[in-house]
Structure formats: structure tokens, C-alpha cells
């Protein structure tokens, strides 16, 4: 049994519009914040009374005694037969791209013995704009990648030394998932094009995240389809143009410690998301109610001398981040506010990583 963590990450500068949709190239840079345990599980167990190849059990990977998200309840994802066929493309993908990589760093690929069981599982509620699909992609990249390597161990040593490794399976797991390509390292993570690599020089203290939950449910329009749908907005034209003076804010404030330059250009960001998609040919809108209610109290908030970092993904939910030493603080305000909602909470992290074989 092999099993693999990926955490999900939280984009300041967003990821919206493709230049290439089949290979999942974005039209303009982003910037975002790598998690720690909200994240996806996968596990691989291999059955050599079967043929070869991967089979999709929808069950929860079993969890190590020491595993530091034990505390959180494990989600299984609800595919259809097109959801569970996006994952073993995938996995095909992975395993086609392996002995290429692997040659890179002098390794071997594994032999075919039988077949391999995945499964997978959230730490949060899938497909509610918390990017289930960027950490799911990353760990079942990952878990496929140590199963198909001859000798495991110097596969988890060259995973924690060459982070030219991690940014090469980064590469191929962007395919089927753009933005898991950021899931692979941290805690900040910039993404232009094919490569994603953590910002350096950054002077912000370590910081803690909090999700307000509004609504958990399964958004109806995906993102993929919100990439597509975008293009149709007269706030198109434009966009890439000032996403990429935003981005240069954000690295500007996240290199100098700038928390009042960060809040105001990341909330500016996802209104200007969210945006797009209320004024598309075909308007639709993630918003709830609850969403509303939420952003009118922040406002204020990001007005102030020590805002926080508020932001949306593609969901209903509200993404808090705050100076790890203020955390008290915030939690308290945020469940005082929002007493009627589920608040999940987290920290920065380092990215993917493996939890060992059995």
C-alpha cells in the first residue's frame, strides 16, 4: 500500500482563462497560499490476483496512526463514470510520463505486477471552492509516481532533496488539474505558464487561514467551465493585463511584508473573478446569500491598518488569512460573526509529500 498527501492551495492572483485548454496553460501568471491539512489522500494497494492497470474504489484510504490530520473527517468524492474517467486518464497520463522523468535523477521504473486499487479522500467538502480538484490531482500525481518507481526509497530521498523532481511531476499533474501544479511546494507559490515554483524572498510572517463555510454543497458550474464561459464577458478585455499588475503588488507586498497592499489588491482580485462570471453571455454566479452578508462585514475590515487577507475561489466560501500569531484573535471574531457556520481552519504548508508503504 502506497498513500500520498496533497494539500489544497489558495490562489491571491487567480487562475481564470486558458491559452491552451488541453494542457491546462493559463492565460496570465498566479500567485497562492500552500495549506497543510486541508488537503486529499490518496492510496494505492496493489491486487496481483488482477490484471494490470488501476482500478477507482470510491472509499476512503485508511490513515496512519501518526498522520497529522487524523482529527478531520475523510470525504469521499462523488464521481460519475466522466469524473472517475478524467482520474485513470490521468493516471495513464502519470504513469506514460514516469520513466522519462524518472531517467532524469538515474531511477528506474517498476515492472507491471497486477493491478493497483485507487482511492482517494478530502480533508473538506469537495467542489465547494476550497480547489478539491488541484490537491486530489497532486496526491493521486504523487501516489502513481511512487508506484511506479523500482526502488521506492530513492525515489522519498530524491523527493525531499530535488525540487526540480517535484516541479517535473508538477508538470504533468497540471494537466489533468491546472492548479494543482501549486500544490506541490510552498507556502507561496507562483504559477505562469508550465512552471510553478515558491516565491522566494518572502518577509511575511507564517500565517493561518480560516474558511468560512456558507454552503458545502457541489457548486453547479465548474471550473473548467467557468474558464471557458469567462471569455464571453466585456470584463474580458483587459484582464490579463491587470491580473499581471496585481501580481506585481502581491510579490511586492508578500517580499516587503505589506499586509495593507496584499488585502487590498487580493480583495480587488476576486471581485473582479467573480465579476466575469456575473456579466458573461450566459451570467451565473457562485454567491449565496450567506456569501453577501460575509463580505459586507469584511469590508470594513479591509479598510482598516491590520486587515486580513480575504478572498473567494470559485465557491460560495470565504478564505481568511492572518498572521499566525493573530490567530486567537480572528478565530474568535470569525465564530462570534459567523456562529451559524461551519469554520474550518489551517495553516501554511510545504506541499505534497508521502506518507510511507505498507
Given amino acids: 500500500m502506497i498513500r500520498a498527501q496533497a494539500p489544497s ?30 488537503c486529499s489522500l490518496a492510496e494505492l494497494n496493489q491486487d496481483s490476483s488482477q490484471g494490470n492497470g488501476v482500478k477507482w474504489v470510491p472509499e476512503a484510504p485508511a490513515l496512519g496512526p ?21 482520474v485513470l486518464r490521468h493516471v495513464e497520463r502519470v504513469r506514460k510520463a514516469l ?9 528506474s521504473p517498476a515492472s507491471e505486477t497486477g493491478q493497483w486499487i485507487l482511492k482517494c479522500a478530502n480533508t473538506f467538502p469537495a467542489s465547494s471552492g476550497i480547489a478539491s480538484s488541484a490537491s486530489s490531482f497532486a496526491a493521486i500525481s504523487l501516489a502513481v509516481a511512487s508506484a511506479g518507481v523500482k526502488d521506492l526509497a530513492t525515489f522519498e530521498k530524491a523527493w525531499e532533496n530535488e525540487v526540480e523532481l517535484r ?17 506541490f511546494e510552498g507556502p507561496w507559490v507562483y504559477w505562469e505558464a508550465e512552471s510553478a515554483f515558491e516565491v522566494s524572498q518572502v518577509q511575511l510572517p507564517e500565517v493561518a487561514h480560516f474558511v468560512v463555510l456558507v454552503k458545502s454543497q457541489p457548486k453547479k458550474v465548474s471550473s473548467s467551465e467557468a ?22 503588488s502581491v510579490l511586492e507586498g508578500l517580499q516587503s511584508n505589506d499586509w495593507v497592499l496584499l488585502s487590498r489588491t ?21 454567491w449565496e446569500s450567506g456569501t453577501i452578508d460575509a463580505l459586507a462585514w469584511f469590508a470594513p475590515w479591509i479598510k482598516s491598518e491590520n486587515p486580513p487577507i480575504v478572498t473567494m475561489d470559485a465557491g460560495p466560501n ?18 462570534k460573526q459567523f456562529s451559524h457556520s461551519v469554520i474550518l481552519e489551517d495553516e501554511q504548508g510545504r506541499g505534497a509529500s508521502l506518507l510511507g508503504m505498507s
Avoid at 520513466?99 to 531511477?107: F, K, S
Avoid at 487580493?266 to 457562485?286: A, G, I, R
Avoid at 470565504?318 to 465564530?335: P, T, Y
Fill in 9 to 38: 492551495n489558495i490562489a491571491l492572483i487567480k487562475y481564470m482563462g486558458k491559452k491552451d485548454s488541453q494542457r491546462n496553460v493559463p492565460e496570465n501568471a498566479s500567485v497562492s497560499l500552500t495549506l497543510r491539512s486541508l
Fill in 318 to 335: 470565504i478564505h481568511i488569512i492572518v498572521e499566525k500569531s493573530q490567530r486567537d484573535l480572528w478565530r474568535e471574531r470569525i465564530s
Fill in 66 to 86: 501518526n498522520d497529522f490530520f487524523r482529527s478531520r473527517e475523510l470525504i469521499v468524492p462523488k464521481m460519475g463514470d466522466a469524473g472517475i474517467a478524467r
Fill in 167 to 183: 516541479r517535473a511531476l508538477a508538470g504533468i499533474s497540471r494537466m489533468g488539474s491546472g492548479s494543482s501544479c501549486r500544490s
Fill in 227 to 248: 474558464h471557458l464561459q469567462v471569455r464571453s464577458s466585456p470584463l474580458w478585455e483587459g484582464r490579463v493585463q491587470r491580473a499581471e499588475a496585481r501580481m506585481k
Fill in 99 to 107: 520513466p522519462e522523468i524518472l531517467g532524469r535523477w538515474g531511477m
Fill in 266 to 286: 487580493v480583495w480587488s482580485e476576486f471581485w473582479e473573478m467573480h465579476s466575469l462570471f456575473h456579466t458573461c453571455s450566459e451570467p451565473f454566479s457562485y
